[in-house]
């Protein structure tokens, strides 16, 4: 039925209302708000926010102050749901809804099938969350008896179609994005105003169909239209759902007996299952018998098709109510199933589309094309049902109910698409593409189960929230760019050398030299990587400058260089793509707009599953709400603010003291080490030799504490003075790495000068060697001297990579024992001192250590800084990386576990991780600057290393371009690489850059407007 | 899961765990759910028990693990938030339930919790900011208007077990 004047004051309503300018804003902003399809929308009628939008403007206008237009809005709220359109697209509405992958009308009702004539809708079963649009008062129980699964009704389409937005493509779902176009934020919305229309869908006819009833002709529904308009005329203007749905069993039974149908009261007699069974016989003869044209049929199918589904439902709410579990359910399925699946086989061998159990049914049906697209189409709708079906928040019955039904009719179905050959051939195929399916299936719980630390990171998340876990899990992250870098160095530089370069001995740069023989085999040269270590594939002096080697003709300096580029490629790449992926995760994160509600909403961490991590939950969201609730009252009231304001100077000036003093410090340790090393090691201590690193890892272990108690000074909210923290600390290890560089930038221009004196003294050797035996012949080397003997230079490149292997050893052994001395050990005392005590150990003075998430961030990836900058000096060092990575990931689990406490101080994992990343590419940058100095400007040493004997490293690539490739491509090469072209080409970057620059800002403002807009429009 | 659920029953009815159902005292002894505060809601939102214990059959056990698992979408894993805090299951929330929550949240020491007129300001500064249509109470789109915005709802919106 359709409320013509209702409908029509509708449309005028809106007409009205949107002469006026104002309407059109209050949709859009409605729409943007509640992100909702405002069709299908998940709305609780009156609570749908349009609702309080339609009010105000009604209210605003003054019409008749909306009492009687707000009864009319309620009403066609009660109905349904609300659409609105642009004007100027026209479509039949049947384009436009589409059967079966029915837009939900609304949350209760579900769109069934569709017809040119009808539209049945069905109702969805929504029991838990009845919706409140009873101001009659009515009963919570009849409210959600109304839209029981299963209950049908059905709706004429003679109300205005011409209305309609564009129709719906193949397989297309209206999505929210859609909706999106016709109303977008009013800032950016092209359309006028005035082109808003309204228009009202009335409920026509509901009728009650017990499951496998079907939907009558025309005749009947229009009988039963004029019924229920009597009926609604009766009940009064407001047709309460209640009212509705007596009627509605009226009429069924009415209908009923107009149709004659005979078995009607059988069924009703009859157990309920057992009826339906029948009911669908009766619905698949009524077709047979049926003289309606396609449309009708596939209507029919459709109709038996949601009875089976009723069926099921049915069986499965039984099941539950009765306390049968699910086996027993599945055996009661099961005859169930074997019965289904007998008629679908009936079926196949009858080429008959629809399901039929029943014995008089055998008229045949030639399937149309029409019917086998349709058919398609509904096999394709169940397909997309399948696959959505977890997205939908049904109770899991539903959800395995639903599912099985949509499987069984894809399966039914998609045999009967294929004909003849093809069929055979269409079911190997779906078998095959099962089969596939549930390999991936495998194979991705295969994935996840191999992911290591899985489970401990699981545990250590349960017990210290999130943030926690996410120190694990970029320390995963880190081990596997490092198992990466390994593989690389490890692959392509030291197993080649060691395979097939020369053995050791053979040459003098492979050879320990005779005056540190002694102490070669020393226990130190595990510590400090001398003696023998130095001599080996780890370093980089133990390489030749061979261009190939071995039988494979590996070239050796072209992979050491490559290599070495390649490592700092792939981090940033790596790096960036990470960030990247996080930026798009964390989206518009920064609104700041629900603040209060986000505190309220999200702010439990439901991984939490210690008691006590609890308690500091608790803790910690009350001093939130407490902190946020006091910003709110007096958000600008700041108190003595000379005097915070002198503290924060002070603090800042200490802390800029600290820094510079730690520099300086480690720049004189550097210096003074130099000393040692030119007077020679031999005659200092242990200290002495390794000064810089101790000295380094000390600064390193004591700074941030310092500067956590110069912060305290500050009185800074908790968050910023974290920030503070972070920002000094990294610019404590900033400094100290780069007073450490330049230190050892002295010491190679040392080296280098040294260099030149052996190179000298190297040559008067030579001769004096040659002269005293047989001078003339040169070209081979004839007298053997052992290559111990022979004098050689200094290799900086060694030293630079020595240096930077010491320091990661230090720097791993101090985080070591920091955990064992300051965590393990303390607690231990803590523990069991506690008893006999004068204080509470556990809650005073000492307590237990709490997990510092951002100390152990920043050394993580100040270490793995160092690891990037020494790694072409020293390809061994990506593996020792990989050691201490692998074995800080146990002992910090083990020390996290046994001896730490949940922290108090809350420090968000999801905000942070790219925060993270950002220094990371930050300390990549900084630190791949000096080893690309370094290669670029710097020449290596004369006889060690694989680029020994050429002026600079990356000669390598030219004398591989000449050597190896045709001539024409050096040419190329040459051209590629003269300035005329790479001076275009990095304009041409640069200016790309600027532009994409310019519209990503230009978004976040259009973006920050709308929010304002919306800001503004609520609080209107 | 099926493992961990059939720990949660009795000996004898281990066998046919599908058809069994768990007590909600048994549920709750679950160590991912012990600490929670709205362990309680939990249990009401997932059972489909009839008569009101809060029982679990299997069916509903997976259920909960779905809809708290990773690859829910942040849909459904609002719905179902919207659910637990719905405490009085009107499908608003209103007043009363706002402050359940927020007592559910401060955790039961007398100290933690907020006092009257905190209460009362922090209600009101949360239904200034989510309550669109200003009607008292927020409803389900509201709520997930909200929730969809915050960065860290989906990741701590989970249990793993």
């Known amino acids: ?1020 | 899961a099926y493992k961990r659920f059939r720990e949660l029953l009795p000996k004898e009815e281990r066998e046919n765990a599908c058809s069994a159902r768990v007590p909600k005292s048994r549920i709750l002894t679950l160590p991912e759910l012990r600490a929670n505060p709205f362990q309680h809601r939990i249990c009401r939102v997932f059972s489909t028990s009839d008569n009101g214990d809060d029982s679990m059959s299997f069916e509903d056990f997976l259920d909960m693990l779905s809809v708290f698992s990773d690859s829910a979408t942040s849909d459904i894993k609002s719905h179902y938030a919207f659910r637990i805090f719905d405490f009085d299951d009107d499908g608003t929330l209103d007043r009363k339930d706002l402050e359940k929550l927020v007592n559910c949240l401060t955790g039961q020491g007398k100290e933690s919790q907020l006092s009257n007129e905190e209460m009362e300001q922090l209600i009101r500064n949360i239904l200034e900011e989510s309550d669109i249509d200003k009607d008292g109470t927020i409803n389900l789109s509201e709520f997930q208007h909200v929730v969809s915005r915050s960065p860290d709802f989906t990741s701590s919106f989970k249990i793993i077990l």
């Not at chain 1, 880190?478 to 053979?506: D, Q, R």
């Not at chain 1, 370093?539 to 700092?568: A, C, D, E, H």
């Not at chain 1, 020494?870 to 020390?895: D, E, K």
């Not at chain 1, 290596?940 to 490293?953: A, H, I, V, Y």
């Open chain 1, 1 to 1020: 039925m359709i409320q013509d004047d209702g409908c029509e004051s509708h449309i005028m309503l809106a007409a009205d209302l949107s002469s006026s300018g104002q309407p059109l804003q209050l949709f859009g902003i409605c729409d943007a708000l509640s992100h909702v399809d405002l069709r299908s929308g998940e709305r609780d009628s009156c609570h749908h926010p349009l609702f309080g939008a339609l009010q105000q403007v009604l209210a605003a206008q003054g019409k008749g102050a909306g009492s009687t237009k707000n009864k009319e809005i309620l009403g066609f709220y009660e109905h349904f749901s609300v659409y609105f359109f642009t004007e100027g697209i026209r479509a039949h509405w049947k384009d436009w809804v589409k059967p079966g992958a029915a837009p939900v009308l609304c949350r209760h009702l579900q769109l069934d099938q569709l017809s040119s004539e009808t539209l049945v809708i069905q109702g969805r079963g929504h029991k838990v969350f009845p919706a409140p649009w009873d101001h009659g008062g009515l009963q919570e129980e009849a409210r959600m008896d109304c839209w029981e699964t299963g209950k049908v009704c059905q709706l004429p389409v003679d109300w205005d179609v011409s209305r309609l937005p564009r129709p719906l493509k193949n397989n297309e779902e209206r999505s929210r994005d859609d909706i999106g176009q016709f109303f977008q934020y009013p800032g950016m919305n092209p359309i006028k105003p005035h082109r808003f229309m309204c228009i009202q869908v009335e409920q026509q006819v509901l009728k009650q169909v017990q499951g496998g009833s079907d939907v009558d002709n025309e005749e009947g529904s229009a009988a039963e239209n004029e019924e229920n308009v009597g009926g609604i005329d009766k009940g009064g203007k407001r047709a309460t759902p209640r009212t509705r749905r007596g009627h509605a069993r009226g009429r069924a039974r009415h209908g009923g007996e107009e149709d004659e149908d005979d078995e009607d009261g059988t069924r009703r007699a009859g157990h309920r299952r057992h009826r339906n069974r029948r009911g669908r016989g009766r619905a698949a003869g009524n077709e047979g018998s049926d003289s309606d044209g396609d449309p009708a049929k596939a209507r029919k199918n459709q109709a038996n098709q949601k009875s089976k589904e009723d069926d099921e439902d049915e069986e499965d709410e039984k099941g539950g109510k009765s306390g049968k579990g699910k086996n027993e359910k599945k055996q009661d399925k099961k005859p169930d199933k074997k019965g289904k699946k007998e008629k679908a086989n009936k079926k196949k061998k009858d080429k008959k589309k629809s399901g039929s159990g029943s014995d008089s049914d055998s008229e045949e049906e030639q399937i149309t094309e029409e019917e086998l697209a349709k058919l398609k189409e509904e096999v394709e709708e169940k397909k997309k049902l399948i696959a959505t079906l977890r997205n939908k928040p049904w109770k899991m019955k539903k959800k395995l109910s639903v599912l099985k039904e949509a499987q069984l009719f894809v399966e039914k179905f998609e045999g009967a698409l294929g004909k003849g050959k093809g069929k055979k051939f269409y079911a190997y195929k779906v078998m095959m593409t099962k089969k596939w399916m549930k390999f991936q299936r495998d194979f991705e719980n295969f994935k996840t189960a191999c992911i290591p630390w899985e489970m401990k990171i699981k545990e250590i998340e349960s017990h210290f929230g999130s943030s926690v876990a996410s120190y694990f899990i970029f320390l995963r992250w880190m081990y596997g760019i490092n198992m990466i870098l390994f593989g690389l160095t490890f692959g392509l530089v030291m197993v080649p050398e060691a395979l097939m370069g020369k053995p050791y001995g053979s040459l003098p740069r492979k050879t320990v030299p005779r005056a540190e023989e002694a102490s070669a085999m020393n226990f130190a040269t595990l510590w400090d990587f001398s003696g023998f270590a130095q001599y080996s594939v780890l370093f980089y002096g133990y390489y030749n400058n061979q261009r190939t080697i071995g039988w494979l003709k590996f070239r050796m300096p072209l992979s050491y260089f490559l290599v070495g580029v390649g490592t700092i490629g792939y981090s940033f790449m790596i790096v960036i793509r990470t960030m990247a992926r996080n930026a798009n995760e964390e989206g518009g994160g920064d609104d700041t707009s629900f603040n209060f509600s986000w505190k309220m909403f999200t702010s439990w961490d439901y991984l939490i599953g210690n008691p006590e991590t609890a308690d500091n939950k608790f803790a910690s969201i009350t001093t939130s709400f407490k902190e946020a609730i006091v910003e709110e009252q007096e958000s600008r009231k700041e108190e003595n603010i000379h005097l915070t304001r002198f503290l924060r100077v002070l603090a800042n000036f200490l802390a800029l003291c600290t820094l510079a003093g730690s520099g300086y410090l480690i720049f004189f340790v550097v210096r003074r080490s130099q000393k040692f090393a030119l007077e020679g090691l031999e005659n200092y201590g242990w200290w002495e030799r390794n000064e810089v690193n101790m000295v380094m890892s000390l600064l390193g272990m004591f700074c941030p504490t310092l500067f956590d108690v110069i912060s305290s000074l500050e009185n800074y909210h908790p968050r910023i003075a974290l920030r503070w923290q972070l920002g000094r600390i990294f610019a404590l290890f900033l400094g100290n790495l780069y007073t450490f560089i330049i230190a050892l930038m002295d010491e190679i221009n040392l080296k280098l000068e040294e260099e030149k004196v052996v190179k000298y003294n190297m040559s008067i050797w030579e001769a004096s060697l040659y002269n005293g035996t047989i001078p003339e012949n040169s070209t081979a080397p004839p007298i053997q001297v052992d290559p111990a003997d022979v004098p050689r230079g200094p290799c900086w490149e060694t030293m630079v990579g020595q240096e930077f292997v010491r320091l990661t050893v230090s720097d791993t052994m101090t985080t070591y024992i920091t955990i064992l001395i300051g965590d393990f050990l303390r607690a231990v005392f803590v523990r069991f001192f506690n008893y006999c005590w004068c204080w509470d150990l556990e809650y005073g003075f000492p307590s237990y250590s709490e997990f510092d998430i951002s100390g152990n961030v920043l050394g993580l990836i100040f270490n793995q800084g160092m690891i990037w900058m020494g790694s072409f000096y020293a390809p061994c060092l990506p593996a020792i990386n990989v050691f201490r990575l692998h074995t800080s990931m146990y002992l910090q689990c083990w020390a996290v576990m046994c001896c730490n406490v949940p922290q108090e101080r809350v420090f968000k994992a999801s905000r942070s991780n790219n925060f993270y990343m950002a220094m990371l590419l930050f300390i990549l940058f900084l630190s791949t600057l000096p080893a690309v100095y370094t290669i670029v400007s710097i020449p290596p040493s004369f006889d060690c290393g694989p680029f020994s004997g050429k002026t600079r490293m990356f000669e390598v690539i030219s004398e591989t371009l000449e050597h190896d490739f045709p001539s024409w491509f050096g040419k190329v090469f040459g051209y590629a690489s003269n300035p005329g072209l790479i001076l275009p080409f990095i304009l041409l970057m640069v200016l790309s850059i600027y532009y994409l620059n310019a519209t990503s800002k230009s978004y976040k403002e259009a973006n920050l407007e709308l929010k304002k807009k919306l800001q503004t429009s609520r609080r209107k």
